[in-house]
């Protein structure tokens, strides 16, 4: 009994760190209807922003996890105008900024030194922020698309390589871990012979309270009923004078806010950074907004929990090398039974 309490305090902590990386999947999801297979490349990079504010510039944790937040807000709202939007609508803008993305990279890998270097990137930064500019200025586009679902799916899968691929470059393909000294690690007894540490009250307590300030902002503020009217219908929400690229833009920026902060969040408690590090959460990420219900933002936070509280009880009861099968099985047996996830609705209710 003691064993199977202390494997449900390990798949709470674990399970509440999940809903945080899957609900901003689903958020995407709800508004623009397309799988971000970038998502789990955002989380990998909010843990390194992390990373480098504390052990490159000596910040503080409680510093650290902000800007992780709002660097891979940042960066999911790079990725979506370089990755998806482009597949929506071709502005002038648009394609400034995929020029100035194209010279970043040549600046960044092309073995440039010195203020060769700088001039690479300091131009392509200036062409990237006019682009930005221009793409959201735009009032007539060149050109509007109806794409499949496959397109984004394919982008995302480019962009989450290139995400990856830049992160091997700067850090490495080996593991990096945070300051042994950056949090207490002495455990806590709890009873029932249950033990807790610090970093894992973190984890449950941040993730919490962040899942409480998204149903918030989804349910009680302007920009959620925005981003609920966009995800019932966009042509809908248009004609109601709603700014759908400003609202989007906000959704992918909450998104990755959310990726990042669970990048932090389970780095910090496995104390284990590393460029493929998103790949495993990306699955079990799937996995949860299926089970929950594509679109359901409640439901990916109590599959989350299911999904965690599996793996961790697969490790500690059956064997840990079918622990991903234990939540696959789930995930067949969800399909199975209720094909539209657990708290799974039509489109047309789903806002």
Same mark, same amino acid.
Request: glycine share 12%; charged share 10%; no cysteine.
């Given at each position: 009994?003691?064993?199977?309490?202390?494997?449900?305090?390990?798949?709470?902590?674990?399970?509440?760190?999940?809903?945080l990386?899957?609900?901003?999947?689903?958020?995407?999801?709800?508004?623009?209807?397309?799988?971000?297979?970038?998502?789990?490349?955002?989380?990998?990079w909010?843990?390194f922003?992390?990373?480098?504010?504390?052990?490159?510039?000596?910040?503080?944790?409680?510093?650290?996890?902000?800007?992780?937040?709002?660097?891979?807000?940042?960066?999911?709202?790079?990725?979506?105008?370089?990755?998806?939007?482009?597949?929506?609508?071709?502005?002038?803008g648009?394609?400034?900024?995929?020029?100035?993305?194209?010279?970043?990279?040549?600046?960044?890998?092309?073995?440039?030194?010195?203020?060769?270097?700088?001039?690479?990137?300091?131009?392509?930064?200036?062409?990237?922020?006019?682009?930005?500019?221009q793409?959201?200025?735009?009032?007539?586009?060149?050109?509007?698309?109806?794409?499949?679902?496959?397109?984004p799916?394919?982008?995302?899968?480019?962009?989450?390589?290139?995400?990856?691929?830049?992160?091997?470059?700067?850090?490495?393909?080996?593991?990096?871990r945070?300051?042994?000294?950056?949090?207490?690690?002495?455990?806590?007894?709890?009873?029932?012979?249950?033990?807790?540490?610090?970093?894992?009250?973190?984890?449950?307590?941040?993730?919490?309270?962040?899942?409480?300030?998204?149903?918030?902002?989804?349910?009680?503020?302007?920009?959620?009923?925005?981003?609920?009217?966009?995800?019932?219908?966009?042509r809908?929400?248009?004609? !109601?004078? /709603?700014? %759908?690229? &400003? +609202?989007?833009?906000?959704?992918? @920026?909450?998104? *990755? =806010?959310?990726?990042? #902060?669970?990048?932090?969040?389970?780095?910090?408690?496995?104390?284990?950074?590393?460029?493929?590090?998103?790949?495993?959460?990306?699955?079990?990420?799937?996995?949860?907004?299926?089970?929950?219900?594509?679109?359901?933002?409640?439901g990916?936070?109590?599959?989350?929990?299911?999904?965690?509280?599996?793996?961790?009880?697969?490790?500690?009861?059956?064997?840990?090398?079918?622990?991903?099968?234990?939540?696959?099985? !789930?995930? /067949?047996? %969800?399909? &199975? +039974?209720?094909?539209?996830?657990? @708290?799974?609705? *039509? =489109?047309?209710?789903? #806002?």
């Open positions: 009994m003691e064993i199977f309490a202390q494997q449900v305090v390990n798949g709470l902590w674990q399970g509440a760190a999940l809903a990386f899957a609900m901003g999947y689903t958020l995407v999801f709800g508004v623009l209807d397309v799988i971000n297979l970038a998502h789990g490349a955002t989380y990998m909010g843990a922003f992390a990373f480098v504010v504390v052990t490159r510039f000596g910040g503080a944790l409680w510093v650290a996890i902000p800007l992780a937040m709002l660097g891979a807000g940042l960066l999911a709202v790079l990725l979506d105008r370089l990755a998806f939007k482009p597949l929506r609508t071709i502005t002038s648009g394609l400034l900024l995929w020029a100035g993305f194209v010279l970043l990279l040549i600046g960044l890998v092309g073995g440039w030194s010195g203020a060769l270097r700088a001039t690479l990137l300091a131009l392509a930064a200036l062409i990237m922020a006019t682009g930005l500019l793409d959201y200025r735009a009032v007539r586009p060149l050109q509007q698309r109806q794409t499949s679902h496959l397109g799916m394919i982008s995302s899968i480019g962009a989450s390589i290139i995400l990856i691929s830049l992160a091997q470059t700067f850090f490495g393909a080996q593991v990096s945070f300051p042994p000294t950056i949090f207490p690690a002495q455990p806590l007894q709890l009873p029932g012979g249950v033990v807790i540490a610090p970093v894992q009250i973190l984890v449950l307590g941040l993730s919490l309270a962040l899942m409480i300030g998204l149903h918030l902002l989804i349910q009680r503020t302007q920009m959620g009923r925005a981003i609920r009217a966009i995800a019932w219908s966009e809908t929400a248009r004609l !109601l004078g /709603i700014n %759908v690229d &400003l +609202v989007v833009a906000q959704t992918f @920026f909450l998104s *990755g =806010a959310l990726a990042g #902060a669970a990048g932090v969040l389970l780095g910090l408690a496995f104390n284990r950074l590393e460029p493929i590090m998103g790949n495993e959460v990306e699955l079990a990420g799937l996995t949860v907004i299926i089970v929950g219900g594509m679109g359901s933002i409640g990916a936070a109590v599959a989350a929990f299911l999904v965690g509280m599996l793996r961790v009880l697969g490790v500690a009861y059956v064997d840990s090398s079918f622990r991903d099968a234990l939540v696959f099985a !789930l995930l /067949i047996l %969800v399909l &199975l +039974v209720r094909p539209n996830g657990l @708290f799974g609705r *039509g =489109a047309a209710v789903r #806002a």
